[in-house]
């Protein structure tokens, strides 16, 4: 294994449990929307770059493995999986001129944090699916499969999260201390290179581990949060979303609420990255080709301002929760989001004005043959 | 897949998950001592009944997959899976006359009911595990794995559990109403024949479903409770005491805590078959040879009286505990445990007179070659 690799991750990463009115499987809309908006993308890029027989498939008795790296609890990764099966049955059928048969057995990995709530993704299992499922706990930051058994690998919106905060941003006799910012926000240049950097190091980690589980001419589709060229965080809706997260903090922080060295302590675990950067980054790592690289386009802040509002604490709480009670305490979780409630009511104007949106990659990789 | 296979078992099924005073992790020693029992056996049977050849190793990159079936939540799955991992590193060894490359990977499958507490056996696997991880949610009495991709099959304490209860046997109108006892006691034919015939089904369902999983050559260590040639359960200790917890439930129903129609149709989806039955199971089957048959010695019930009562309650509690809540509803629980406590200490003498004990059966097949 990697000596680079990461063990495990703190269990502030994992989203919210369960399937109640607070769970990550109830306010996963947005994220949704990104399976959506990518299903026609995933389903083409099947079609036109995965090679049934460059992988060494030959129409009788074989396992298609597919892994989601970072599935969370459902119902996304249930739908992004589903859709991947029906794009590879189609394609066995074009490339084989007949159905796919029975022989044909698909096995998935669902992957996430030992924390991430296994059970309730388990029980949630479509009981007619068409595939064996498998729960793998861990980090994807390191290795997590047997060498070269995975032909497809999955991994929507979770690559823009860091294996950690880089400590410098942190620490307050660094040049790249990041006081009175949570995020990432481009108006530093040292913050940006010390988040960069731990980009590179996490992405590289990320490939080699996949590089070697993945079998040659297999294929990863990666979907992430990012920004367009030259543009920074602060001028993106979602970085002054977080910019208005970190204001509570700041206001809470005056009213004795917390500590002040907890909130200059506190930064997100979030890079958004260029598709220049990710470009540089996977060409200089090698172990892949880039088949496509492309952008997704998707609605969901289109939507009523009220029920955005809505759609905005929510999914926030549903994502962000772990990391705010790891770090200020389980007893400051509710008023910490019942001001950022408040605080998103009264500003969402805000959002009109912001200059430029986030985008979200769209990346098809194929392993090169060894 | 095969048209027996049963989708779901009740959540009943599952062992009392967590990690808390009265979970099965914490009161699983009678288990421990099956797989500390069962240790050496399985070191033999791994060095003289496994072929790495004919398995289509050679010596260079490859992965050895094992699953555990019913494993529940640890730790006993993970003492048993280092043992059978050690064990073959041994053999390729002696195989190849040399150690064991880096290319020689393991992958385990966890496997219980999609209800067992998999976030808690995920929590506490070892972080310096030789092997990757993965949980395999749902019965085993149905397909889990595609064809042909697994080398070592182990199911330990697990097939004396029933897919279900006949239904016969809690049928008023049905010859084999076994009114008056909650297990398969032997005292009345047609209640045996009708928990035999159900075991029948069971393990051919099993046998086949592993047999299209496990690769030809591949071992299968099957370990479950049992009883001698010619004894019934009502002869042996381990029956006697599902006697004193079936008294108690009639107790209850007189004192109007339960009612006595629950009683009734209430019983134990548990039974302990003969080697002779197993081996005809087997034999019919066809799919395995059986290369090793056996039973196991074990020192558990030997100790001091006090903690052999502690031992019972609580480790028949974290086992019954799931059944008891969902046929008499959860607010009976604590009630039916201390009851059933009281009547253990009161006539914990019996065991002393137990004619016979149960046995713990030993198997090793060895999958076919097609």
Not at 16 to 30: C, E, K, L, R, T
Not at 268 to 289: A, D, H, M, R
Not at 331 to 338: A, G, L
Request: proline residues 3%; negative net charge.
């Amino acid at each position: 294994m990697a000596t680079e690799e990461i063990k495990e991750l703190p269990k502030s990463w994992a989203m919210v449990g369960g399937d109640g009115p607070q769970s990550y499987s109830q306010n996963s809309a947005y994220q949704k929307g990104v399976v959506d908006a990518s299903k026609e993308k995933v389903t083409e890029g099947i079609k036109d770059k995965l090679d049934f027989k460059s992988l060494g498939f030959d129409s009788s008795n074989d396992t298609f493995r597919i892994a989601d790296f970072g599935c969370s609890v459902g119902p996304n990764t249930f739908f992004a999986v589903e859709n991947i099966i029906e794009a590879v049955e189609q394609k066995y059928q074009a490339q084989f001129q007949k159905s796919p048969p029975l022989e044909l057995e698909f096995q998935v990995f669902f992957n996430d944090v030992t924390t991430n709530d296994f059970n309730t993704l388990f029980k949630t299992l479509h009981s007619n699916r068409k595939y064996f499922a498998a729960g793998l706990p861990g980090t994807f930051y390191g290795r997590l499969l047997p060498k070269s058994t995975l032909h497809f690998a999955y991994s929507s919106y979770c690559l823009q999260w860091l294996s950690k905060v880089p400590k410098e941003v942190v620490d307050s006799k660094s040049p790249a201390w990041n006081k009175g910012s949570i995020q990432c926000d481009g108006l530093k240049k040292e913050v940006t290179k010390a988040y960069s950097a731990q980009f590179q190091s996490d992405m590289n980690t990320f490939l080699n581990a996949r590089a070697q589980e993945i079998v040659g001419g297999g294929l990863m589709v990666i979907i992430m949060a990012g920004l367009p060229d030259g543009i920074f965080m602060s001028q993106a809706g979602v970085g002054m979303y977080y910019e208005l997260l970190g204001s509570c903090l700041v206001d809470m922080a005056k009213l004795g609420e917390i500590s002040e060295e907890k909130v200059d302590s506190f930064n997100l675990p979030l890079y958004y990255s260029s598709s220049t950067e990710i470009e540089e980054i996977i060409k200089e790592n090698g172990n892949f080709s880039i088949e496509i690289m492309d952008s997704l386009s998707h609605q969901i802040w289109k939507t009523s301002k009220k029920s955005n509002i809505e759609v905005s604490v929510s999914g926030g709480r549903a994502v962000f929760q772990g990391l705010v009670e790891e770090h200020f305490g389980s007893e400051v979780v509710e008023k910490t989001f019942e001001h950022f409630a408040k605080k998103l009511v009264d500003n969402f104007s805000i959002f009109d004005g912001a200059a430029h949106e986030h985008i979200d990659h769209f990346i098809l990789l194929k392993r090169h043959f060894n």
